[in-house]
């Protein structure tokens, strides 16, 4: 698990997003978390170039639910990338491990069917309170940093070669 914020970025080291359509498909449980985590992927697109009107979002009810909203925004919708925005809390049952595996899973699985980049941004922490950290507080914003690797991952769909640098 991340103990340090890596949400500082070098903007002169991003590719420019001028040109790249984002999805950002979002949970609504836990809003407190993934609002936050969708605020600052909205923003870091703006900031690197991205126009408004290219980043649409779509949301779904829980974290499960991301994979199917993931799949459809790829069927109906023109993108260079989406990210996947949830947040998952340990709790006395193993639905926690039920959920975290098959969000996994099924991002892997979108990742694989289709030529549309899928940025896991889904926290899957012990307490709300390292999920609220991540997610804006003393750790960063985890939206951010997959912000910043959607649109490193448009470039790669978009050209077949990977940036130059991690820019953080």
């Given at each position: 698990?991340?103990?340090?914020?890596?949400?500082?970025?070098?903007?002169?080291?991003?590719?420019?997003?001028?040109?790249?359509?984002?999805?950002?498909?979002?949970s609504e449980w836990?809003?407190?978390?993934?609002?936050?985590?969708?605020?600052?992927?909205?923003?870091?697109?703006?900031?690197?170039?991205?126009?408004?009107?290219?980043?649409?979002?779509?949301?779904?009810?829980?974290?499960?639910?991301?994979v199917f909203g993931c799949k459809k925004m790829i069927q109906t919708q023109k993108l260079d990338a989406v990210i996947a925005i949830g947040n998952v809390i340990q709790g006395e049952t193993k639905h926690f491990d039920f959920v975290c595996e098959g969000v996994t899973?099924?991002?892997?699985?979108?990742?694989?069917?289709?030529?549309?980049?899928?940025?896991?941004?889904?926290?899957?922490?012990?307490?709300?309170?390292?999920?609220?950290?991540r997610s804006g507080g003393k750790l960063g914003n985890k939206g951010i940093e997959c912000a910043i690797a959607a649109i490193k991952m448009a470039v790669l769909k978009n050209t077949g070669k990977p940036t130059e640098s991690i820019g953080f």
């Open positions: 698990m991340a103990t340090t914020n890596l949400t500082y970025y070098d903007k002169t080291t991003i590719p420019n997003a001028n040109s790249f359509r984002f999805g950002i498909v979002v836990n809003p407190e978390i993934t609002q936050n985590l969708k605020k600052g992927a909205i923003e870091t697109l703006l900031d690197c170039g991205a126009q408004e009107k290219n980043i649409i979002f779509w949301d779904v009810p829980g974290s499960f639910e991301l899973q099924g991002i892997v699985d979108l990742n694989i069917k289709y030529d549309i980049p899928v940025i896991f941004c889904v926290l899957t922490d012990n307490t709300i309170q390292q999920s609220l950290d």
